[in-house]
């Protein structure tokens, strides 16, 4: 069945556009009933990022909720690994996080979790969007148990204090300069704090929202401002999150961007050495580099590949035992700590290494050479242009020019009418050269 308001990552669009107070009132209303369990006085957490929008999406979501005798705590800004993880510590019913990650200001979001912190399956989505197509004015509270709404405070240290925790107790950042770019969003005040508190010099940049300056020129999605202040200031490392602080990437000592693939790299092995990985490999998407792989196979350890999404690879991890996943995006998995991606996290345990080895970072995250990848999109209108006769010979006879030295991934993109076309292979040349090949055949497909 086609889901009609939930995507990979909640429900995500532009604010007053798709994302309406009448909205976010209804899936206060839809999830609060699906999640009122046993006769105990329900409570739900809510945290938000920093868009300007946040502000009308919480209030009716808190309507929808307490209009079904549900109490709603909320948090105020807070990254989305520690609404998940608040879910869970306050034994709340649900958790809400109001975000659309990385996307600009105008674009927000509800994304929710169960009372285990992870993200809500299949199954409870459609469970929830039928209520929401449904007339619950039967099913709402009556008057003397409509449910409260409160601001609580000594959320943030409770987030910090657990981050801390996920180091060892003599471990300290002391000596390490850290400029730290926090994307105008919901980690501008717990990331800072929790790198200070560790003993690192911390300067911060990116931690003055206005509500339209989320992901603007900064954050993980546009690193190349934190790239300059890291050389700027001397600093050791870098680390940019994204808006809602679920994704972390590291700048080097000499500006240059370390992705997702090598923070995994580096953790696996890591872990490894201190006999903390729980199966002898990683988990990722198949947009990883094939590089990536190469290098934990040399090593001993796999690379299990899934679709592109933080859910697909959570999925496959739970499933398969596997403690550390991800995707080149930076957004990092590390189950023995989180439900979810959490860049501050996945930032200290690079830390920690960095700390223990005593190297540069960029010696310390270069753990591969990245194979050359060449990604390009297709814009189509109408039609399936990857079932054209024509494009799957071109398909077939591109695999067969790579004869096992490279990787193709060709997949329609999830929110929008484009096709996407990735190539990585040893000789850049011929990735170039195939690509282009099955981008001129999609495109007379799409003509």
């Not at 020019?401 to 490279?406: D, I, Q």
Request: proline share 4%; aromatic share 4%.
């Amino acid at each position: 069945m086609v889901r009609k308001y939930f995507g990979t990552d909640g429900i995500r669009g532009r604010a007053n556009g798709t994302i309406t107070p009448e909205l976010s009132l209804k899936v206060g209303q839809a999830a609060g009933l699906v999640f009122q369990r046993g006769d105990h006085r329900h409570r739900v957490v809510i945290g938000k990022d920093t868009r300007l929008s946040g502000y009308m999406i919480e209030t009716a979501l808190v309507a929808g909720f307490t209009s079904v005798g549900m109490d709603v705590l909320l948090l105020g800004p807070m990254p989305t690994p520690a609404v998940a993880m608040l879910t869970r510590s306050m034994r709340a019913d649900l958790g809400v996080m109001i975000s659309a990650s990385h996307n600009p200001y105008d674009d927000n979001g509800i994304k929710l979790f169960g009372p285990d912190g992870y993200k809500l399956s299949d199954d409870v989505e459609r469970e929830i969007e039928a209520c929401l197509d449904s007339d619950v004015s039967k099913k709402l509270a009556k008057s003397p148990d409509l449910g409260r709404a409160k601001r609580i405070d000594g959320v943030q240290d409770r987030y910090i204090e657990f981050a801390k925790r996920t180091l060892p107790r003599d471990l300290s950042l002391d000596g390490l300069r850290v400029v730290v770019d926090c994307a105008n969003g919901a980690g501008y005040r717990v990331a800072p704090e929790a790198l200070w508190e560790l003993g690192a010099e911390v300067i911060p940049v990116g931690v003055d929202p206005d509500g339209f300056n989320i992901n603007k020129e900064c954050g993980s999605t546009e690193p190349a401002a934190l790239c300059a202040k890291v050389r700027e200031m001397r600093a050791d490392v870098g680390i940019a999150l994204d808006g809602d602080a679920d994704r972390v990437l590291i700048i080097d000592e000499r500006g240059r961007v370390v992705d997702g693939d090598q923070l995994m790299a580096v953790i696996a092995e890591s872990w490894r050495d201190d006999g903390r990985l729980s199966k002898p490999g990683v988990v990722a998407t198949i947009m990883s580099n094939l590089g990536l792989e190469r290098h934990l196979a040399s090593l001993g350890m796999t690379l299990a590949r899934t679709a592109v999404g933080d859910r697909y690879v959570l999925e496959h991890m739970r499933e398969h035992g596997f403690n550390v996943g991800g995707e080149p995006s930076g957004h990092i998995i590390l189950s023995d700590y989180a439900t979810t991606g959490d860049g501050l996290v996945a930032a200290l345990q690079v830390l920690a290494v960095v700390k223990r080895q005593n190297r540069p970072v960029s010696e310390v995250c270069h753990r591969f050479e990245p194979l050359p990848q060449v990604l390009k999109n297709v814009r189509y209108k109408k039609g399936k242009p990857l079932e054209d006769a024509k494009v799957k010979t071109v398909i077939s006879g591109a695999n067969a020019r790579l004869n096992g030295n490279g990787r193709l991934v060709i997949r329609p993109s999830g929110t929008e009418p484009v096709i996407r076309v990735m190539g990585e292979g040893d000789d850049q040349v011929l990735v170039e050269e195939i690509v282009d090949e099955i981008c001129e055949a999609l495109t007379q497909a799409a003509a």
